[in-house]
């Protein structure tokens, strides 16, 4: 789009019935001989990706803001009703962030206006339990303010399905084509803020959550005595805060602080840098505190509460934060392992992981005879499985490595929520015997063959960025590497027009003959393009852990420095 449109599609922002606060930020823009600015806020619209609609707040059509909201709730509902006929309802949750509050009235009042039911929550909740409260409430649909794990300055916009899960195709195209149907603000219907049709869920919806997060006990002692094992638990100024304290205590977890200091939800996220719990550095004042008072295990989400993080002790008594891939096959393990010791395990169940998340999860799998459905990036795809499956099938388990994890199918999306608490479920079973989980880990790498991943994330933002990340996915399409690491690319798996029977994605995967796994794909969410490194070797006895896991890491880091790409392990 040239400057002189883009300056055209401005100006209509600088009319009612924008607001003047926007109307006036967008005409400065216009003014300024600087369009860099403007060029950025409007040269797009914002699209769903893997996490729905996510952006940084400010007026423009890239941009997050009310009119942004009330937009895609419109395309949403002429959606819903050109596939809905009669009464239909959506039910709506938000985090934490700046502005949350006020886009979640913008979207009922919306809804409400095109005579759609909208279940509101009486404060902020986690992206899961809004997945949870389609399904109790029977709506057609879901719609989560949130940005996730991104910076202050972000917010976003998911919508659900009434199966509970993100919206996948042909739903997603669908949607987008009627949002930008929408001709402008002026063709929103918007109701007012006291319409009967906008309607509250309050805490008797909590407590079936809790109810259903208790109900995936598996540790009989857990179940009948409860647990004392010590917990520091940190929402990162999220969600969190209001649901992680009563889930676990339904878990029977009666010694679990939540540190103060992160406790207040805060969009600012004053105390850390990201609010991501991928990130060593936003546990640091959990982890702080965890060693003043003794504690066993540390557990963080993030601000919507999809995704946790969690550090244990060592064997010399210090803190070490378990990635993505390994609390993704701890829980996998246990629960197949627990269920087939009681001989709970059925003809159809089954467990789920993403393209690039760790393959041990299959080992894993396969040792208890149990298939493994394979999915694209994103946790929606996970959720159009256990879909696609129901009547047939039974989800157990399944997670991605970027700290997202699902137990159970009564919620739709990862739910860190019910994570943690099987996490702390598996803690407190390896406590007792004086072990952590750490050790439990360990027993994996020895039985099933030691793996070892490692993502990189390069941000390029704006439309230059954008541009770059563009010719980097074309090059590897078009002058595919020959090696890597030293050894031969036997098989690239190229995602664009699909592959092995999932949906086109712009992924690619290079194998090599010694069995590691490079992937590259542009983030659906972020600014970024993200390069993940998988690699396996058996753990011979008699070699120290650390010693093998330095070996796997010196590979990595050959993958990576063949591909132009700087790994930090």
């Known amino acids: 789009m040239n400057l002189d449109a883009i300056r055209n599609k401005a100006a209509a922002w600088t009319r009612a019935p924008h607001d003047v606060a926007t109307r006036e930020a967008v005409q400065k823009m216009l003014d300024d001989a600087d369009s860099g600015p403007l060029m950025e806020a409007f040269h797009q619209d914002l699209a769903f990706g893997t996490g729905g609609m996510r952006g940084i707040m400010g007026p423009g059509t890239n941009r997050m803001n009310a009119a942004v909201v009330a937009m895609a709730t419109q395309g949403l509902a002429d959606y819903l009703s050109a596939h809905h006929p009669g009464e239909k309802a959506v039910a709506i949750a938000h985090d934490s962030r700046h502005r949350s509050d006020e886009f979640t009235q913008v979207a009922a009042e919306v809804l409400a206006g095109n005579g759609i039911t909208a279940h509101v929550f009486d404060g902020l909740r986690p992206t899961p339990e809004l997945s949870f409260a389609i399904r109790q409430l029977g709506c057609q649909g879901?719609?989560?303010?949130?940005?996730?794990?991104?910076?202050?300055?972000?917010?976003?916009?998911?919508?659900?399905?009434?199966?509970?899960?993100?919206?996948?195709?042909?739903?997603?195209?669908?949607?987008?084509?009627?949002?930008?149907?929408?001709?402008?603000?002026?063709?929103?219907?918007?109701?007012?803020?006291?319409?009967?049709?906008?309607?509250?869920?309050?805490p008797a919806l909590d407590r079936e959550y809790h109810a259903a997060i208790a109900s995936h006990r598996l540790d009989q002692e857990l179940l009948e005595e409860g647990s004392d094992l010590s917990?520091?638990?940190?929402?990162?100024?999220?969600?969190?805060?209001?649901?992680?304290?009563?889930?676990?205590?339904?878990?029977?977890?009666?010694?679990?602080e939540v540190l103060a200091a992160q406790a207040k939800p805060d969009g600012a996220f004053p105390t850390v840098e990201s609010p991501n719990p991928e990130e060593a550095s936003a546990l640091r004042m959990a982890l702080e505190r965890a060693e003043e008072t003794g504690a066993d295990l540390v557990l963080a989400t993030d601000p919507d509460s999809d995704r946790v993080g969690a550090a244990v002790r060592d064997s010399e008594g210090q803190f070490r934060l378990l990635n993505g891939n390994?609390?993704?096959?701890?829980?996998?393990?246990?629960?197949?392992?627990?269920?087939?010791?009681r001989g709970g395990l059925e003809e159809g169940d089954f467990v789920a992981r993403t393209i690039v998340t760790t393959r041990l999860i299959s080992e894993i799998?396969?040792?208890?005879?149990?298939?493994?459905?394979?999915?694209?990036?994103?946790?929606?795809?996970?959720?159009?499985?256990?879909?696609?499956?129901?009547?047939?099938?039974?989800?157990?388990?399944?997670?991605?490595?970027?700290?997202g994890y699902l137990i159970g199918d009564e919620v739709r999306d990862k739910d860190a929520i019910a994570a943690a608490a099987m996490i702390a479920e598996m803690a407190h079973v390896e406590w007792r015997k004086g072990r952590t989980l750490l050790d439990r880990l360990r027993d994996l790498h020895r039985h099933y063959g030691m793996y070892r991943e490692a993502l990189v994330s390069l941000k390029r933002e704006g439309i230059k960025g954008a541009e770059e990340i563009r010719e980097m996915m074309a090059g590897f399409r078009t002058n595919p590497p020959a090696m890597l690491g030293g050894t031969a690319i036997v098989e690239v798996r190229d995602h664009f027009e699909g592959w092995n029977g999932m949906p086109a994605s712009n992924v690619i995967q290079f194998l090599t003959s010694d069995g590691d796994l490079v992937t590259a794909r542009p983030s659906g969410t972020e600014p970024k393009i993200?390069?993940?490194?998988?690699?396996?070797?058996?753990?011979?006895?008699?070699?120290?852990?650390?010693?093998?896991?330095?070996?796997?890491?010196q590979r990595i880091a050959q993958l990576g420095e063949d591909l132009g790409v700087e790994v930090k392990l």
């Open 142 to 202: 879901g719609i989560v303010i949130t940005a996730s794990h991104n910076p202050k300055e972000y917010n976003g916009y998911k919508v659900y399905w009434g199966d509970g899960g993100q919206i996948v195709p042909p739903h997603d195209k669908g949607i987008i084509t009627c949002v930008r149907a929408v001709s402008g603000l002026e063709a929103v219907k918007r109701s007012a803020s006291d319409d009967p049709l906008i309607q509250t869920i309050g």
């Open 231 to 256: 917990v520091v638990f940190s929402p990162l100024h999220g969600t969190g805060a209001v649901s992680m304290a009563p889930a676990l205590e339904a878990c029977g977890f009666r010694n679990v």
């Open 326 to 341: 390994e609390l993704a096959s701890l829980l996998v393990q246990y629960v197949l392992k627990t269920k087939a010791e």
């Open 365 to 403: 799998a396969a040792a208890f005879d149990v298939p493994v459905a394979e999915t694209l990036t994103g946790f929606k795809w996970i959720a159009a499985e256990i879909l696609a499956r129901e009547g047939r099938g039974q989800f157990l388990v399944g997670g991605e490595e970027s700290y």
């Open 530 to 553: 993200k390069f993940y490194f998988s690699v396996r070797a058996n753990w011979q006895e008699g070699t120290p852990h650390t010693d093998a896991w330095a070996a796997l890491g």
